[in-house]
């Protein structure tokens, strides 16, 4: 069975949390192993990764509230922090796990090293391309200011169904080094969904919202309070987190244990070299 059969084929799964039933599936067995992506995505980024992760984790595949098929109501705290930081604890703690490691991309992996200062079970990170202190990626600045108005999410959609727009620095055209991995699967079970459902457009529009660029700028803080194993990995020629906001961040973190930098790869490292990021993330979480 191919990768995304595979993923699709396993059922989802619910965690109760305030505010949210946060969807995820389950895979392999072994010390437990939690990924978290990032926006405009959910998990289904990860179907490439997890199947060699499987042989040696179980792997809970999340989708963060706003994103993928986790339920959220007017009640749901979108903020970063106390809330998606809040909501992942609970996750954590609602599957019963008294320690686990995490691999997380993009504004996952902020709100990643915001539980990792807060939440001792976690043990270990891997970072994929995300945000840094003091660095503002491009568009997204503009895409949250515009989130706040309130014919945003119909203007949301109308861009997702523009294959220009979709192909430009403002859309995925910066995503990726190959740009035939925007059709096929990622157009199918990333894009598609959320032109079908209006609910959806707005789960990511109130997702975006959430972000605030002070705790990005705080970064610098949390990474000197980080007292875990972390590895960096990261699509060296992204568009969207610069390779040398990432060499700067080695620095920050106590106890780094390296940057890799994976060629051929941008904001999407686990999509364009899924082999290369698992190889990594194993011998880092297995061996350290």
């Known amino acids: 069975m191919k990768p995304t059969e595979q993923f699709l084929a ?21 010390p437990p192993l939690i990924f978290i992506h990032g926006w405009p995505f959910h998990s289904f980024n990860y179907r490439l990764v997890i199947p060699e992760m499987a042989h040696h984790f179980t792997c809970y ?15 749901t705290d979108f903020s970063f922090l106390p809330g998606q930081v809040g909501a992942l604890h609970e996750f954590v703690t609602g599957l019963g796990l008294t320690q686990y490691s995490v691999i997380a991309h993009d504004t996952g992996a902020t709100i990643a090293r ?20 003091g660095h503002r990626p491009p568009w997204i600045p503009l895409y949250r200011t515009l989130m706040a108005l309130p014919w945003s999410g119909f203007v949301l959609s109308q861009l997702l169904r523009s294959k220009l727009f979709l192909r430009s620095s403002a859309g995925f055209g910066g995503a990726f080094a190959d740009m035939s991995h925007l059709e096929g699967d990622f157009e199918r079970h990333i894009i598609a969904p959320a032109l079908a459902s209006p609910r959806r457009v707005e789960g990511l529009r109130r997702y975006l919202r959430g972000l605030d660029w002070k705790l990005v700028d705080e970064l610098t803080e949390i990474h000197a309070r980080m007292e875990i194993p972390v590895l960096i990995i990261w699509g060296a020629q992204d568009l969207t987190f610069p390779l040398s906001a990432a060499r700067d961040m080695v620095a920050q973190i106590p106890d ?5 930098e994976i060629q051929g790869a941008r904001l999407l490292p686990q999509e364009e070299r899924p082999q290369e990021v698992a190889r990594l993330s194993l011998d880092f979480l297995r061996h350290g």
């Open 61 to 75: 595949a999340l989708d963060l509230p706003g994103c993928g098929l986790t339920e959220w109501t007017d009640a």
């Open 256 to 260: 780094c244990r390296g940057l890799h």
């Open 10 to 30: 396993q059922a989802v799964e619910f965690v109760d949390v305030p505010g949210s039933r946060i969807a995820y599936r389950r895979f392999g067995s072994g």
């Open 114 to 133: 915001y539980l990792s200062v807060r939440d001792r079970r976690l043990r270990r990170l891997v970072m994929l391309n995300t945000e840094s202190p």
